[in-house]
């Protein structure tokens, strides 16, 4: 299934290990939970641990495309959070995010493991047109194991907008990122190997790679899953 033009938020982050416990339970309980079943257009969210690298903990949400995060529904949960939202949000420490749209991708499952790659040059970034990205994501779900690939990049109205709601000054804003899925590690591996080996892309190859287990998903009912058409006004 061709993913391109889907909306994607990756919150990903440390958090105070005093409260790790708490921010683990209110987040599976209630956090992730409320989006995709209050949110119009909100597909999924998947939680992810890292067991290579850092943050620890990544959240992915996928929507039929950008203006769920621009909708009155997305907008009313970020400017009223709940108590337990107040507190434990502050805590979150060393977050990255990604706020933007995928410009390639492939999707044939959800994968028990992924790898997140943070490309560095960014000087590189010419090289990225459609037809190459498009290239990259075909050559990697030719791996046997892969199951998802995409490549996503931030859109500056919507990061404008999300920082209005942030209230930790220390947050990363992410411009680009690619996301495989695989089966298990050794596939994973080996799409890492692919994308950073020396006949790679620059621009992914200097690429500073995090790999992640899958940790659970929460999916959007039928009533959710029609595109949705644009802001609320």
């Known amino acids: 299934m061709n993913v ?3 909306g994607l938020l990756l919150v990903w982050t440390d958090v105070d290990d005093a409260v790790e416990a708490r921010f683990n339970a209110w987040y599976d309980r209630d956090h992730a939970r409320e989006r995709v079943e209050r949110v119009p257009g909100m597909l999924r969210v998947r939680r992810f641990v890292a067991e290579q690298g850092a943050p620890k903990y990544l959240a992915a949400y996928d929507m039929h495309d950008t203006n769920v ?3 009155e529904p997305y907008l009313a949960l970020r400017r009223s959070r709940d108590p337990e939202s107040r507190e434990l949000i502050p805590a979150f420490r060393n977050t990255l995010k990604l706020v933007g749209t995928v410009v390639a991708g ?3 499952a959800e994968g028990a493991c992924c790898a997140l ?3 560095t040059g960014d000087e590189l970034l010419s090289e990225a047109t459609p037809q190459n990205l498009r ?3 075909a050559s990697v779900m030719a791996i046997e194991g892969v199951v998802a690939a995409r490549i996503a990049k931030s859109e500056e109205a919507l ?3 999300t920082r209005q709601f942030t209230t930790r ?3 990363r804003f992410l411009d680009w990122i690619v996301m495989i899925e695989a089966t298990e590690t050794g596939a994973m591996q080996s799409a890492i190997g692919h994308l950073t080996g020396p ?3 620059a621009w992914i190859a200097d690429s500073l790679v995090t790999q992640l287990r899958f940790r659970y998903a929460r999916h959007a009912d039928a009533r959710s899953v029609e595109p949705y058409s644009g802001p609320t006004q």
């Open 4 to 6: 391109a033009g889907r």
């Open 117 to 119: 790659l943070r490309p």
């Open 106 to 108: 492939e999707e044939r």
């Open 135 to 137: 290239a990259i994501v």
């Open 159 to 161: 990061l404008s907008l």
């Open 169 to 171: 000054s220390a947050d």
């Open 199 to 201: 006949t790679a892309p």
């Open 69 to 71: 995060m621009l909708s």
